[in-house]
């Protein structure tokens, strides 16, 4: 019998149709113009998106890396609560929806999904990529003005992904706070820049001072102990790249790696990584140096060497991102 595909899978597969009858050239001048706007500091009051050509473009391009990351920081959350899944889960800012594919690809099963996006040629094309995963079939895709007075119901889980950089401050201080408000868990993800990572820090001390704990990244709800414009907290995420991708970027490689910042937080009991790996891990001739952010408030640079035998073995083997010590885990 021939196991069903991954959600990953399934989805390349799905995006796979989208640019039929669109002229690559066009395409690929559609995904420039949007990453501009995407990537500008200057907050829109209107959508980014604004017609279909506009939407298939930027999903076949966007969908797979923001799956990838928004994927890698769920997988660390579940890490830290291996005993919850959620009941329900509300995707704010969710456009053509790649949080929500990220959610079943980590949780596997029904929930009730709410997607909340203030374009609707995105909603459109998110259900409609959608019918490919059973688990997003009955879906709710509902156009919703993301901003100061966002409202929501009750859910388990909250995600907020490549959002908080289209809005105003004012705006973003308010779809956290609502989001604090509704949830049980928010799992906020941003580019992995300087300002993106400035911007997840905001939202994880709102978080904290709303009564949550941080489960991941870091291994502790305290400050953050990197010191601002000096550094800036990120991890990346590897992204099969598509003809669009490679039309785009130019390039030969089969694949790139996505840089993103972000903050899982809970009302729920939760047990963060002893420490994580904050950079790619250096390996030199018989050790490995490893920078990990430490429960107690620090970042350290720990070098593990053939003396420490299947510590070393695990050293070579862990991956920026990756919690510290391995044996911490179920």
Same mark, same amino acid.
């Given at each position: 019998?021939?196991?069903?595909?991954?959600?990953?899978?399934?989805?390349?597969?799905?995006?796979?149709?989208?640019? &039929?009858?669109?002229?690559?050239?066009?395409?690929?001048?559609?995904? !420039?113009?949007? *990453?501009?706007?995407?990537?500008?500091?200057?907050?829109?009051?209107?959508? +980014?998106?604004?017609?279909?050509?506009?939407?298939?473009?930027?999903?076949?391009?966007?969908?797979?890396? /923001?799956? !990838?990351?928004?994927?890698?920081?769920?997988?660390?959350?579940?890490?830290?609560?291996?005993?919850? +899944?959620?009941?329900?889960?509300?995707? *704010?800012?969710?456009?053509?929806?790649?949080?929500? $594919?990220?959610? /079943?690809? /980590? $949780?596997? %099963?029904?929930?009730?999904?709410?997607?909340?996006? $203030?374009?609707?040629?995105?909603?459109?094309?998110?259900?409609? +990529?959608?019918? =490919?995963?059973?688990?997003?079939?009955?879906?709710?895709?509902?156009?919703?003005?993301?901003?100061?007075?966002?409202?929501?119901?009750?859910? &388990?889980?909250?995600?907020?992904?490549?959002?908080?950089?289209?809005?105003?401050?004012?705006?973003?201080?308010?779809?956290? &706070?609502?989001?604090?408000?509704?949830?049980?868990?928010?799992? #906020?993800?941003?580019?992995?820049?300087?300002?993106?990572?400035?911007?997840? *820090?905001?939202?994880?001390?709102?978080? #904290?001072? %709303? %009564?949550?704990?941080?489960?991941?990244?870091?291994?502790?709800?305290?400050?953050?102990? *990197?010191?601002?414009? !000096?550094?800036?907290?990120?991890?990346?995420?590897?992204?099969?790249?598509?003809?669009?991708?490679?039309?785009?970027?130019?390039?030969?490689?089969?694949?790139?790696?996505?840089?993103?910042?972000?903050?899982?937080?809970?009302?729920?009991?939760?047990?963060?990584?002893? =420490?994580?790996? #904050?950079?790619?891990?250096? #390996?030199?001739?018989?050790?490995?140096?490893?920078?990990?952010?430490?429960?107690?408030?620090?970042? /350290?640079?720990?070098?593990?060497?053939?003396?420490?035998?299947?510590?070393?073995?695990? =050293?070579?083997?862990?991956?920026? %991102?990756?919690? $510290?010590?391995?044996?911490?885990?179920?």
């Amino acid at each position: 019998m021939t196991a069903p595909a991954r959600p990953s899978e399934t989805l390349r597969t799905a995006l796979g149709t989208l640019l &039929d009858g669109l002229p690559p050239k066009p395409a690929a001048q559609a995904v !420039e113009r949007l *990453i501009a706007n995407y990537r500008g500091a200057t907050p829109t009051d209107s959508p +980014i998106l604004r017609d279909r050509a506009d939407v298939a473009a930027y999903a076949a391009y966007r969908m797979p890396a /923001t799956f !990838e990351a928004v994927h890698a920081a769920l997988e660390a959350f579940a890490e830290a609560t291996p005993d919850w +899944i959620p009941a329900s889960h509300t995707d *704010i800012g969710g456009g053509t929806g790649a949080a929500t $594919w990220a959610v /079943t690809a /980590t $949780w596997p %099963g029904d929930r009730p999904v709410t997607v909340l996006d $203030w374009s609707e040629p995105a909603l459109a094309l998110g259900r409609e +990529i959608a019918t =490919a995963n059973p688990a997003l079939r009955d879906a709710r895709w509902q156009r919703t003005r993301i901003g100061k007075d966002l409202t929501l119901p009750a859910t &388990d889980l909250v995600t907020v992904s490549y959002v908080l950089n289209e809005l105003t401050p004012a705006d973003r201080t308010a779809l956290v &706070d609502t989001a604090a408000a509704s949830a049980q868990t928010v799992v #906020i993800v941003e580019a992995g820049t300087p300002a993106g990572y400035a911007r997840v *820090i905001e939202a994880r001390d709102r978080l #904290i001072a %709303g %009564g949550f704990r941080v489960a991941a990244p870091c291994p502790h709800s305290a400050a953050c102990p *990197i010191v601002p414009g !000096e550094d800036w907290c990120h991890f990346s995420a590897r992204v099969s790249r598509s003809s669009l991708h490679r039309q785009v970027k130019g390039g030969s490689l089969p694949y790139e790696d996505e840089k993103f910042s972000y903050v899982a937080a809970t009302r729920l009991p939760a047990t963060p990584a002893s =420490a994580r790996v #904050i950079r790619r891990p250096q #390996i030199r001739k018989g050790q490995v140096l490893l920078d990990l952010c430490e429960p107690d408030e620090h970042l /350290t640079r720990r070098t593990v060497t053939k003396r420490h035998g299947d510590l070393y073995k695990a =050293a070579r083997d862990a991956a920026w %991102g990756d919690p $510290w010590p391995p044996s911490d885990r179920p």
